[in-house]
């Protein structure tokens, strides 16, 4: 069995929804993952083969001023799945972030690059990379730039914005991979299957900015919106954003033999699904 911590969140609901009769789920009603006797009361109890952690503090200007509650929930929490995990012989899937790089390589991340978190978002994810290793069994699967039917997410973002007006500004300077949260589970579930260990990176394939993933939204929407560039600077969010925080993906397709679709592909089957789901 898979258990899936943090069942009802965005990844969460469509890694069950792809594991079927293989998932059981746990949210915060059922687990507190920052109370290592919940955890171990929960764990234990259910003996899975494997735990994914998709239980996460992800509001990343919020964590510049709740440094506590960042490291309590993404650094401690999954030290407390870890010391469960390896009490009852089960693979901990961690999943983690381009956060914890400063995004000044200039070219795309491998698993092996040193990281470097520019905000306490990305320091409380490393920190739970670490606290991760200490089950012996254990799987990190950075990603980045999510969306889905089941969260806020860029995507909703944009398209409410975008039925109230018809030029929008946004940021230009930040490259990444959009990733669909379905892509994703499916990135996971593979490298479950496969047998991975260690640190893998999955995202969409190709990359763009904040920018042209806006203008691309409102395409695929059929939406007339001017989508005019801005600096991240002139943004002045309080966390610190890496630039350049592309993932290179190909040990992942290597290992396992999945290869995640281009973003704008995943796009347009995410806006298809969603009609469809709302009709």
Not at 166 to 187: F, Y
Not at 189 to 208: D, M, P, Q, T, V
């Amino acid at each position: 069995m898979i258990l899936v911590v943090g069942a009802r969140g965005m990844l969460g609901r469509d890694l069950m929804s792809l594991l079927g009769d293989r998932g059981q789920g746990v949210d915060i009603e059922e687990i507190d993952i920052t109370l290592p006797e919940s955890v171990l009361k929960v764990v234990g109890h259910l003996k899975p083969e494997v735990v994914i952690n998709c239980a996460a503090y992800t509001d990343v200007d919020g964590c510049e001023n709740n440094t506590e509650t960042a490291m309590t929930v993404n650094g401690e929490g999954v030290a407390y799945l870890a010391m469960a995990c390896r009490e009852i012989g089960a693979l901990l899937v961690q999943v983690s972030t381009d956060y914890i790089f400063d995004g000044g390589k200039g070219t795309p991340y491998v698993e092996d690059d040193a990281p470097c978190p520019l905000s306490v978002y990305g320091e409380s994810k490393l920190a739970g990379e670490m606290n991760a290793a200490f089950s012996p069994d254990h799987l990190i699967v950075r990603t980045q730039w999510l969306y889905g039917l089941h969260g806020k997410n860029f995507v909703e973002t944009m398209l409410r914005l975008g039925a109230e007006k018809d030029e929008l500004t946004v940021v230009d300077d930040q490259i990444g991979s959009p990733t669909w949260t379905v892509d994703l589970a499916r990135a996971i579930i593979a490298l479950i299957e496969s047998g991975c260990r260690g640190i893998y990176h999955a995202a969409n394939a190709e990359f763009c900015s904040w920018n042209d993933f806006a203008t691309a939204i409102f395409e695929e929407a059929g939406l007339l919106v001017s989508v005019k560039p801005m600096t991240t600077a002139e943004l002045n969010r309080p966390a610190q954003r890496p630039l350049y925080s592309t993932l290179e993906c190909s040990k992942l397709a290597s290992d396992t033999g999945f290869k995640p679709q281009p973003w704008r592909a995943a796009l347009c089957e995410y806006m298809k699904l969603r009609t469809t789901t709302s009709s």
